[in-house]
């Protein structure tokens, strides 16, 4: 399925448009950036067309329809400024149905049959590693808001970048010392049977190690999963903390079985909010995660010390305080990952003005100008905090948040430095040619 989508309405944003320019108008980080020029100036001028590698459909839907919703946000306030060198964006949208075969070949349909600028969006890892060789050999920039720690580690190619969402091994290296000393020294991972999974597998446990901690057992379940009662049988008797990270969507399946197999005694809970990203922690059945931790990206709800580009991000994308869509309590967000489309497309706008992108022939300069790109500051272009970028293994570092489930809602007991998530980098994309 295509959808073109070039600068959505207030309604479909369930925006308050005044409210939110003036908290942009209130930020040196938009229209009075260096270089900014309205497209009002040049209405000849052709759009600069972004495919959108969207999870419409499969076990990803629901990060799918939030990272549109954030996208949509994000593109009405870009083109209400100004556009992109005084071009305005559009975005094409295609489904992959979260499927790696499929994506490759929306990768291909933007290229050759949309001639789309750049592609963009991808978040699940199979799909990531399944579109990148096609990226690559197409030699059109693919920027994706995916977590895995496939682009740092340099298996993919130098079209691929990850420059608004930290990966899964800066995240798992800036919590391991939180549980270590907090949770438990004794710990079981629970995980997908696939690439995100792994990332958890194999560098959450040196992380811990460090930390004088031990990862006891490893138990891997297939994506598709339906239910998970027969698995925790596997989870040994010593185990003083269990570390899930689930997705899909019988992650509130998961959590409540998890609740039913051990009642009201059991180990100390550290999840990855993936297991109840898009679910309502309030759902019956989920009493017993109470008192738990989370990881997240950026928090679901509100916080008190919420700075005023948070507020305009989110007024921007449509969530409530408690991370719900704005009319509706029933439509969680993705709120731990959607933030990094917003990132994500300031990033592209910050290379291609860099750059002096004007089209396909200017790709290669594309690339270079957001390899040279070495830090984010917090504002309205980077809400959920100050990043630094590595243009060697292309991928961004920034802060992580843990928060207690409490009194039916996560607040935020501990944010890591960007230094916590820090590794010895092997790769470097820029010794490929291009």
Known sequence: MTDTISNPGPARLRLDRRTVLKGVAASAGLAAAPGFVRYSQAQSAAPIRIGFQCHRTGIGAAYGRWYEKTTNAAVKLINDAGGINGRPVEIIVEDDGTDAKRGAEVVAKFASQHKTDIVYGTLFSHVVTGSAPTAGELKIPYYVVSEGYHVASGKMNRYCLQPGITDVRSQVTSVAPWIAANAGKKVTMIFPDYAFGYDHRDYLPPALKAQGAEVIAQIAIPPT??????????????????????????????????????????????????????????????????????????????????????????????????????????????????????????????????????????????????????????????????????????????????????????????????????????????????
């Not at 449509?318 to 917003?342: E, L, Q």
């Not at 790109?373 to 959920?384: A, C, D």
Request: hydrophobic share 30%; proline share 5%.
């Open 225 to 434: 999963e339906s239910s998970f009662t027969r698995y925790f049988p596997q989870i040994p008797a010593e185990t003083e903390v269990i570390y899930h990270v689930m997705v899909g969507p019988a992650v509130l399946t998961f959590v409540k079985e998890l609740g039913e197999f051990y009642g009201s005694n059991r180990p100390q809970l550290f999840g990855f909010i993936d297991s109840l990203e898009a679910v309502d922690i309030n759902s019956p059945g989920l009493e017993f995660l109470d008192g738990s931790h989370f990881w997240e990206g950026s928090p679901r709800y509100a916080q008190p010390n919420d700075s005023d580009a948070q507020k305009v991000y989110r007024a921007a994308v449509g969530i409530d305080d408690n991370g719900a869509a704005v009319g509706d309590p029933k439509d969680v967000s993705t709120a731990a990952h959607m933030f990094g489309c917003w990132e994500t497309l300031y990033v592209i706008k910050k290379a291609m003005e860099d750059s002096g992108y004007k089209g396909p022939e200017d790709r290669a300069k594309l690339i270079e100008a957001t390899e040279a790109l070495t830090e984010f500051k917090e504002g309205n272009e980077h809400p959920q905090g100050d990043k630094v970028f590595n243009g060697k293994n292309h991928q961004c570092y920034g802060h992580q948040n843990i928060s207690k489930l409490e009194g039916g809602k996560l607040n935020v007991v501990h944010r890591t430095s960007i230094e916590d998530g820090h590794y010895e980098v092997e790769a470097d994309y820029t010794t490929q040619p291009l």
